[in-house]
């Protein structure tokens, strides 16, 4: 492995080991961790707008609208109007509250795993830089 002082190196290799992990944990719920994390905002923020949600999110409309369409046609997501025809609604369908729900304590095997192997100061610290970061 090559050694580098770069800062986007290390998180983008680390990136890759968590959602791997995440992603292990999840594999017989049929989504990934990126899909489990958009079901679990949109049950969060109850029918957001798509703009809200990619707020929420920190994704660009473009990519959050990608992301919603393969759920939607899992049939876990449905899109509605909202007040007007630029702004439409983000519903978790009875189907997607099921799979969050039948997918939580693996997420949270999944999560309980890495603060294990880092301890709750380090997993704070961590949370405390890359919002610094963010």
């Known amino acids: 492995m090559l050694t580098s002082e770069c800062i986007c190196t290390h998180l983008r290799r680390a990136a890759r080991g968590v959602s791997r992990h995440y992603d292990e944990a999840l ?12 079901l679990r905002h949109v ?4 029918q957001p707008s798509i703009s809200s949600l990619a707020e929420a999110m920190g994704l660009d409309r473009s990519t959050l609208g990608r992301n919603v369409k393969v759920l939607e046609a899992e049939g876990l997501l449905a899109l509605a109007e909202g ?7 983000v519903i978790l369908t009875e189907q997607g509250k099921a799979r969050v729900l039948a997918a939580e304590p693996a997420w949270e095997a999944a999560q309980r795993s ?21």
């Open 114 to 134: 890495l603060v294990d192997n880092l301890g709750e100061a380090q997993r704070d610290e961590l949370v405390r830089l890359l919002e610094q970061l963010a």
């Open 27 to 38: 594999e017989g719920f049929g989504i990934n961790v990126a899909q489990f994390s958009l």
């Open 83 to 89: 007040n007007d025809l630029r702004n439409r609604l």
């Open 43 to 46: 049950r969060r923020l109850d």
